[in-house]
DNA sequence: CTGTGCATGTAACACGTTACATGATTGC
DNA sequence: GCAATCATGTAACGTGTTACATGCACAG
């Protein structure tokens, strides 16, 4: 999985600006996926030189104009070989696990801070996801909502743990 | 959180060679962390250069000869100020959670595939780590057990949650 | 006339991986 | 002699971030 699948993915369902792709990461798969626009905007460039998109110039009214990319045949192609593609291992990258690991070289009530502090992040992110997940109900699909659920339940499992372990090593 | 802190925070316990870090990180933080031999011996190289850590050759038996690094006191300071400084965010990249979200895009058995494959993968990382938990009981604190547990507990949650799906919409 | 949102883009930098290269020692 | 494990290291490459730079349009 590189960027230029996720935006051809997006580009897949209809046509959209580089800064439309950026809000479509944050509104829509912040918790598993996410980019800047130091990337998307570069990409873009660089995809439509491989003629997977095409750009088109679009005036707006009360708006600045904007760049419009729609997929072309090629691109529908190429995404259509990464979704048939083998799945790359998911990678987790946590400071929290690692603050945890080497609690033990801090006092206790450090390590309870950021107990405390990652189950209310965990706690907002849910928070967040749910509600996401009840404004949209109607615009998303099965598997859309799958993946949502899917997050819903691990922010739930991890958030259940700490709370078990608070109580119990920190009563 | 960078390399050079979990290394010092890995040298922090006793003195370690690169090639032993690296089956450190393998053996006991594989889930929420890695890093590859192409960054571990540059990373101490610098390291060393910064105080952070001095380097001795030990000659082995049966084995041929290690650089050895030591942390310093800079070098225990320094871990310090990482221990009690911010947490970062975590990051989850999932190329897993990309596919399913794209998954109207083909067709049914293709989804159930890439379900029942995440579902076997997530039940053979729990395993592992469930495993090595045991195996490795003794020699663990307190917060390690805990880094495991709270990792085994989010696989247990993906694993339900994917059955779940799968006898729903794929009966 | 200023802040906010919309919109695009670049340049410097950090970080990390993969592949390559080397070589010791042991066990078969 | 060869595969496996131990052990170290580099060079090329890819990828992505942050900070910077610019500018339109609207609302208060």
């Known amino acids: 999985m590189n960027i230029q699948d996720v935006i051809l993915g997006i580009l897949n369902k209809?046509?959209?600006?580089?800064?439309?792709?950026?809000?479509?990461?944050?509104?829509?798969?912040?918790?598993?996926?996410?980019?800047?626009?130091?990337?998307?905007?570069?990409?873009?460039?660089?995809?439509?030189?491989?003629?997977?998109?095409?750009?088109?110039?679009?005036r707006q009214e009360g708006k600045p104009d904007k760049n419009v990319f729609t997929i072309t045949s090629t691109g529908t192609e190429r995404f259509q070989t990464y979704l048939h593609g083998p799945v790359e291992k998911e990678v987790l990258r946590s400071d929290f696990f690692m603050h945890l690991y080497f609690g033990d070289m801090t006092d206790k009530e450090t390590v309870e801070k950021l107990l405390r502090q990652a189950m209310e992040e965990?706690?907002?992110?849910?928070?967040?996801?749910?509600?996401?997940?009840?404004?949209?109900?109607?615009?998303?699909?099965?598997y859309q909502k799958m993946c949502m659920e899917l997050g819903l339940a691990?922010?739930?499992?991890?958030?259940k743990e700490i709370q078990r372990v608070l109580e119990l090593d920190f009563a």
Do not use: C, N, R
Request: net charge neutral; glycine share 6%.
């Open 122 to 142: 965990k706690q907002t992110m849910f928070d967040d996801l749910e509600q996401k997940l009840k404004k949209l109900d109607t615009k998303l699909g099965t």
């Open 14 to 58: 209809k046509p959209h600006s580089g800064y439309e792709i950026k809000q479509h990461f944050e509104e829509y798969f912040s918790f598993f996926f996410d980019a800047s626009y130091g990337t998307i905007y570069p990409t873009l460039s660089k995809m439509e030189g491989l003629k997977l998109i095409t750009k088109e110039s679009v």
């Open 154 to 159: 691990q922010y739930a499992a991890f958030i």
